[in-house]
């Protein structure tokens, strides 16, 4: 690969054809060679670096240097206990509802035991993992060889940053990084019968044709019930405080401070009258009336179906959709409207309580500073108690609040009864499954949002971006569509898509608390990320304020193996189609947000230097042409990410043997397309990255062995620049 010009430098090492690799030095301080990434904070997440230096030569016989390091994260460990710990709190919380929601009829109430019964043992579980991932204090890897483990099925495999920094004759110091894991997958549970894509499919069809007593709620219906009950149990207290702060305005008799309690009372009050502004809440309402001892079912008139006049004969249970509303003779359907409606009224009367008492208060000062009373008129009269007056208003505002909340409470937590009961215990075996893939999904998003903060804090055209569009994050898959790894692709696909539930907030850290908390619920996550003192204040104001900042992930996978070979010729690719043609909608809707909502003066100087239209239309091309191991959508996508200053990720089964490949050809091809190594040196750069570099590194750590998992038979089928240099690979796979 060349000389090194030092001669105490020269620590190459030589290839089977005699042929010098120029790996000038291997170090393990890496902190220590460049102060741009000596952060504390940085350290604390990222550990156990691996540092390889090399030298290549450039196309006019100039040296390049190249240092790559591989670092593991504590994230690994640490965002699977927040998340389960998150998990552990919404469901205890949900099953104490269940257990509140009143007398039921038999038929209910048993499936509410039964339903308990199974949720109490999944808190169990939960519980049980998360005590056990409580004893790996300070882990921060888990190897390809334990992804089968139960107790460690929320933590992600193998789960590295691979950085490149690259120190150019030719341009300015560079920094490459890309996340490696391994494809977030339910790997205990297996996949024989498929994955979560296919589960989940399968799963809805079966409740939408169920013929069992239930009213059907679509997912997002479900998911709207969740949506309003976390409303209701996060406006609840905020409104009561609020009143609390309007009385104690009241107490000091101070007419600005009661107009600013009343003006924010009466904002937090609106949100929540508008919560329950919901065809859904009705439903429920009336779903649970029915469920109560002499409750039925009855059904609206309209049109029927052959299937549903047999229901509504008798000829087996009824069933109905949500959009049919049930009906029942002795339910007053505007009850409920005049229920809520009572808490604008009481908030209502608040405002023209306060509105008079600062009328009055503004006349007496006037009278006040008018002419002096003759001698011996009444005394003035003395000063109102303005919290006497207010307090009994303010009570019935929260005692009508707290029957608008008891009932949609009950209301909504029956609509979750139903989404548990039909098919117990397939829906929780489901959310597990969810559960585990999106922690790991979650925990490389968070180790690579942090690394991408922590790189690029001091770009303001980065922090733009960030705060305006939000940031795209780009998978890279290599797994097949054949056997297990269709399952895992099917997985992988759910759990990142999951992805978009996910904000992020950044808050100012100190130097012993540094690492992420994750809050929220099921549906919706924020996860605030700590920066130092000295890095929060230069941020954007709206940032610094909490601004909730997005991620945009996509997802495109092409199989490498001879597994994808099966498929493409005696199987099924349409999976890999699927994914890659809907995630290419996804990308270019990015590229439209992009276009429309950054500056027109970043946007004249980004197009100069990108030619995304372009890049956009030839992925989509290739997409479109069906090509059989088509690597060039990988290397397309991973361009456009990188222009577009996104979060890279490389995946395979255990981002040990093909994520290998694929991030040391990348490197190679970054070297060769953007710094200018020499065309020559190309494939002996590839090789001696592959044997000497940090990938082989990790496949010692996981399987204790410096052999990538291929034999020559497979190799034949993988694309010719994912293949390993000769004396590299031979060990069964794990």
């Known amino acids: 690969?060349?000389?090194?010009?030092?001669?105490?430098?020269?620590?190459?090492?030589?290839?089977?054809?005699?042929?010098?690799?120029?790996?000038?030095?291997?170090?393990?301080?890496?902190?220590?060679?460049?102060?741009?990434?000596?952060?504390?904070?940085?350290?604390?997440?990222?550990?156990?670096?691996?540092?390889?230096?090399?030298?290549?030569?450039?196309?006019?016989?100039?040296?390049?240097?190249?240092?790559?390091?591989?670092?593991?994260?504590?994230?690994?460990?640490?965002?699977p206990k927040e998340l389960i710990s998150l998990h552990i709190k919404e469901d205890l919380c949900r099953n104490q509802e269940i257990k509140e929601l009143g007398e039921l009829s038999p038929h209910w109430d048993n499936l509410r035991k039964n339903v308990l019964t199974h949720c109490d043992q999944m808190v169990n579980l939960y519980q049980d993992i998360l005590t056990e991932l409580s004893k790996e204090a300070g882990s921060s890897f888990k190897s390809s060889s334990s992804k089968g483990e139960k107790t460690l099925e929320?933590?992600?495999?193998?789960?590295?940053?691979?950085?490149?920094?690259?120190?150019?004759?030719?341009?300015?110091?560079?920094?490459?990084?890309?996340?490696?894991?391994?494809?977030?997958?339910?790997?205990?549970?297996?996949?024989?019968?498929?994955?979560?894509?296919?589960?989940?499919?399968?799963?809805?069809?079966?409740?939408?044709?169920?013929?069992?007593q239930f009213?059907?709620?679509?997912?997002?219906?479900?998911?709207?019930?969740?949506?309003?009950?976390?409303?209701?149990?996060?406006?609840?207290?905020?409104?009561?405080?609020?009143?609390?702060?309007?009385?104690?305005?009241?107490?000091?008799?101070?007419?600005?401070?009661?107009?600013?309690?009343?003006?924010?009372?009466?904002?937090?009050?609106?949100?929540?009258?508008?919560?329950?502004?919901?065809?859904?809440?009705?439903?429920?309402?009336?779903?649970?009336?029915?469920?109560?001892?002499?409750?039925?079912?009855?059904?609206?008139?309209?049109?029927?179906?052959?299937?549903?006049?047999?229901?509504?004969?008798?000829?087996?249970?009824?069933?109905?959709?949500?959009?049919s509303i049930p009906h029942h003779s002795d339910y007053d359907e505007e009850e409920w409207d005049r229920v809520w409606a009572n808490v604008g009224k009481s908030l209502n009367c608040v405002i023209a309580m306060v509105d008079k008492l600062i009328e009055r208060e503004g006349s007496t000062q006037q009278d006040g500073d008018g002419e002096a009373e003759?001698?011996?008129?009444?005394?003035?009269?003395?000063?109102?108690?303005?919290?006497?007056?207010?307090?009994?208003?303010?009570?019935?505002?929260?005692?009508?609040?707290?029957?608008?909340?008891?009932?949609?409470?009950?209301?909504?937590?029956?609509?979750?009864?139903?989404?548990?009961?039909?098919?117990?215990?397939?829906?929780?075996?489901?959310?597990?499954r969810r559960d585990a893939v999106f922690s790991q999904a979650l925990a490389g998003l968070v180790c690579g949002f942090i690394i991408k903060l922590y790189t690029s804090w001091h770009d303001p055209d980065f922090l733009r971006l960030l705060s305006t569009v939000g940031l795209v994050v780009q998978y890279e898959g290599l797994l097949s569509t054949h056997s297990d790894e269709l399952g895992m692709l099917e997985d992988m696909a759910v759990g990142i898509s999951d992805l978009k539930k996910v904000a992020f907030k950044i808050i100012e850290g100190h130097s012993n608390d540094v690492l992420p908390v994750i809050t929220g619920r099921r549906e919706h996550y924020v996860v605030e990320v700590k920066l130092p003192a000295a890095m929060f204040e230069s941020l954007p104001l709206q940032i610094k304020e909490g601004q909730l900042l997005r991620v945009h992930p996509v997802l495109f996978n092409v199989g490498i193996n001879e597994q994808q070979t099966l498929a493409e010729r005696f199987g099924d690719v349409s999976l890999q189609e699927n994914i890659n043609q809907e995630n290419f909608e996804l990308l270019k809707d990015y590229y439209t947000i992009f276009m429309e909502k950054m500056p027109p003066d970043y946007i004249s100087r980004f197009q100069e230097h990108n030619d995304l239209k372009g890049l956009l239309e030839n992925l989509h091309q290739n997409i479109q042409a069906k090509k059989r191991?088509?690597?060039?959508?990988?290397?397309?996508?991973?361009?456009?990410?990188?222009?577009?200053?996104?979060?890279?990720?490389?995946?395979?089964?255990?981002?040990?043997?093909?994520?290998?490949?694929?991030?040391?050809?990348?490197?190679c091809s970054i070297l060769r397309d953007e710094h200018h190594l020499h065309k020559d040196f190309f494939v002996r750069a590839l090789d001696c990255m592959r044997r000497e570099g940090c990938r082989i590194e990790n496949v010692l750590k996981n399987i204790k062995c410096r052999k990538y998992a291929f034999n020559m038979l497979q190799l034949m089928a993988f694309p010719k620049y994912y293949r390993p240099p000769e004396g590299t690979y031979g060990k069964a796979d794990t």
């Open 374 to 432: 003759p001698e011996g008129a009444d005394a003035p009269p003395p000063q109102e108690d303005w919290h006497a007056q207010l307090q009994p208003l303010i009570l019935a505002l929260k005692d009508c609040m707290g029957e608008v909340v008891s009932r949609a409470k009950q209301s909504l937590t029956f609509v979750l009864l139903q989404e548990l009961a039909y098919s117990l215990p397939q829906c929780l075996m489901l959310t597990l």
């Open 1 to 79: 690969m060349g000389e090194t010009e030092d001669a105490d430098a020269d620590h190459t090492t030589t290839d089977v054809q005699g042929q010098k690799c120029a790996l000038v030095y291997e170090c393990t301080a890496p902190e220590s060679i460049s102060g741009k990434d000596n952060f504390p904070f940085l350290n604390a997440v990222l550990k156990n670096p691996v540092c390889k230096l090399y030298r290549f030569p450039t196309s006019d016989n100039k040296w390049m240097r190249i240092r790559e390091q591989m670092s593991e994260s504590i994230l690994s460990f640490h965002i």
């Open 215 to 323: 009213i059907y709620y679509s997912p997002e219906n479900t998911a709207k019930a969740k949506e309003v009950l976390s409303n209701i149990n996060q406006l609840q207290p905020l409104i009561a405080t609020q009143a609390d702060l309007l009385l104690h305005s009241a107490s000091q008799h101070s007419p600005d401070s009661l107009k600013n309690s009343l003006k924010l009372l009466a904002e937090k009050t609106e949100l929540f009258v508008h919560a329950f502004k919901d065809q859904l809440v009705r439903s429920a309402l009336l779903a649970l009336y029915t469920a109560r001892p002499g409750g039925t079912f009855n059904k609206t008139p309209s049109p029927k179906s052959g299937k549903e006049e047999r229901h509504a004969q008798g000829q087996s249970p009824p069933f109905k959709r949500q959009d």
């Open 629 to 667: 191991k088509n690597v060039e959508i990988m290397w397309l996508a991973a361009t456009i990410c990188r222009r577009l200053n996104g979060i890279r990720f490389t995946c395979c089964k255990s981002a040990k043997d093909r994520t290998s490949m694929s991030v040391t050809l990348e490197q």
């Open 154 to 212: 929320f933590v992600p495999v193998n789960l590295h940053l691979q950085r490149m920094h690259v120190h150019s004759p030719h341009l300015k110091d560079a920094v490459y990084d890309v996340v490696t894991v391994g494809a977030p997958a339910a790997h205990f549970q297996g996949f024989k019968n498929g994955g979560l894509r296919k589960l989940l499919h399968r799963f809805e069809t079966e409740r939408r044709n169920t013929g069992y």
